[in-house]
């Protein structure tokens, strides 16, 4: 015989199961929503790029279809020739099968190469290569610019700003963003432009930065860091940025100017 504090128990009890069962049943629909999405060099944009035989051709294409946060687009070896700037806009993951070494996002020496601005978003793995800003009055940047998300294992490399005082020529991370275990190397540009500039609550660590080069004011030869009629260091921190653990070496500055570091409030 139940008693009326059996009956409230049972009926607990049964409320707190059923709690239980909608929680994890919505759990799992929101794993099953994300999806994982494949590209190689000899796909296919028209196909629908869920397994490695149906693989898309291109990683934006893959970014168009990853619009659910914890979707994936895996990109394996080679070198994907952009026609137009990545943006990854949602927070998900896009990654290389084998590493920075053997993946490419190439701008052509024709476009900026990637922006992240989504909190939750990963890139890791790529080399990020030959962008290229040459339009006056735009402070685009042709390599990198994260202001939100992750970038990890990466390799920026052989981009090109043209002159702009404000202008960055490698990597532009501000926001919530963070770049960790990062090679940033070979970078120039005209007059004025800075390598790396970290601003807001952004984090550099464990990152390599060197041999970039930009002209000096004057000659057109010299280097980031020239520090001399205009010419910037190859890093420069600003309004609260955070380096950590990160090494500058090689930059390549103009006639006696300073060639690494420059924080500013």
Known sequence: MKTPGSIEKFEHIRQLMVAVLIWGLVSASWVMAAT???????????ADGLSWATALASPRVGLNKATVSGDIVT?????????????VTNAITLRSVEGAKVTFLDGNNSVQCL????????VEGFTIRNGRQAAWGSSAVPGVEISAGTLRSCIIRDNWQRYEMSNVSGLRLY??????????????????T??????????????????NMVPNHSTGSGGPGAGYNGAEPAVVIQSGGRMEHTTIAGNYGGDGGIVGLRISA
């Open 194 to 211: 800075k390598t790396v500039h970290l601003s807001g609550n952004a984090i550099l660590r464990n990152c390599l930065i060197y041999d």
């Open 115 to 122: 922006r992240v601005t989504a909190a939750g978003a990963l």
């Open 75 to 87: 990109v394996t070896n080679g070198t994907y020739i952009l026609d137009s700037r990545l943006n």
């Open 175 to 192: 926001g919530d963003a963070v770049v960790e275990q990062c090679i940033i190397r070979g970078n120039s540009g005209e007059r004025g």
């Open 36 to 46: 994982e999405y494949f590209v190689k060099p000899d796909g296919d944009d028209g």
